[in-house]
């Protein structure tokens, strides 16, 4: 526990002194405030065109941001030869793999909360913002979005030897996820038989980490109705009593998984050089 903690203080002062943290933290600043200026004539309260546009905002820049930083940081360890240095202590592969992600998660989450709390700050003194729910949604929503692409930016950081390798394959991974994801769902299942479609869009949509978050916050805000009738158990799982916690098990079990796999790739590497 102790190493733990360690790796994880190492990670957030190095977190801070990286300019990078600094940029992201202005441009989501920028961006918060741009989308409060959207929602200058009032309170926004539940799904609406502003919401909805804020949801698409925040997945075009929050994973990429996430992305960058997390395999960043896994990859500056084999390029300085940091991992080599402390290969040779005594820390295990899980307590130093836990530590960078707590570390990691603690930057990119004050990156977040400086920037909705601008927000929130300014839009109170102007009398303009979001209601008190839908505020929190929006901040539920970014801490998933970051929790779950860091566990796959610490898969991209395992697997690359440096940073331009990762900076391309999380380029790529950004695109598939967020970019692409609806045109190449529809290509695949119009190509499907119809009692297929269902099944299959719920196993895909569990895949894709930002397109589970965005489903559940938009049913969340009650805006399920723009979903369509494939989504609509959907509807009813998330607004049902035990959609909450289903949904955050699932996200549990898909962080967990990515964090065995990357613990296996490190210990692999540890023990064969």
């Given at each position: 526990m102790a190493n733990m903690l360690h790796v994880a203080m190492r990670e957030i002062r190095i977190g801070f002194r990286n300019p990078w943290s600094y940029s992201f933290m202005a441009l989501f600043s920028v961006f918060s405030l741009s989308l409060l200026l959207m929602n200058a004539r009032g309170v926004v309260e539940g799904y609406s065109g502003t919401t909805g546009s804020m949801i698409s905002l925040i997945?075009?820049?929050?994973?990429?941001?996430?992305?960058?930083?997390?395999?960043?940081?896994?990859?500056?360890?084999?390029?300085?030869?940091?991992?080599?240095?402390?290969?040779?202590?005594?820390?295990?592969?899980?307590?130093?793999?836990?530590?960078?992600?707590a570390g990691l998660t603690v930057v990119l989450l004050t990156i977040v909360a400086f920037g909705y709390g601008l927000m929130g700050a300014v839009g109170l003194v102007a009398g303009a913002g979001f209601s008190l729910q839908t505020y929190l949604l929006f901040l539920a929503f970014s801490a998933g979005l970051v929790l779950l692409f860091l566990a796959l930016a610490m898969i991209v950081g395992s697997l690359s030897r440096n940073r331009w390798q990762a900076m391309t394959i999380c380029v790529a991974l950004w695109f598939f996820l967020v970019i692409g994801w609806s045109t190449i769902l529809i290509s695949l299942l119009d190509s499907l038989p119809y009692p297929w479609i269902k099944p299959l869009l719920v196993a895909l949509t569990f895949c894709n980490p930002a397109e589970l978050v965005r489903l559940f916050v938009v049913i969340k805000l009650g805006g399920g109705a723009v979903l369509g009738p494939e989504y609509y158990n959907w509807v009813q799982w998330a607004q049902g009593p035990n959609g909450t916690l289903v949904f955050l098990g699932g996200c549990a079990a898909m962080i967990a998984l990515a964090g065995t796999l990357v613990c296996w790739i490190w210990e692999r590497r540890r023990s064969h050089g």
């Open positions: 997945l075009y820049l929050l994973p990429l941001m996430t992305l960058f930083l997390g395999s960043f940081s896994l990859t500056a360890e084999k390029e300085e030869g940091s991992w080599q240095l402390l290969s040779t202590y005594p820390l295990k592969t899980f307590s130093y793999i836990v530590g960078k992600y």
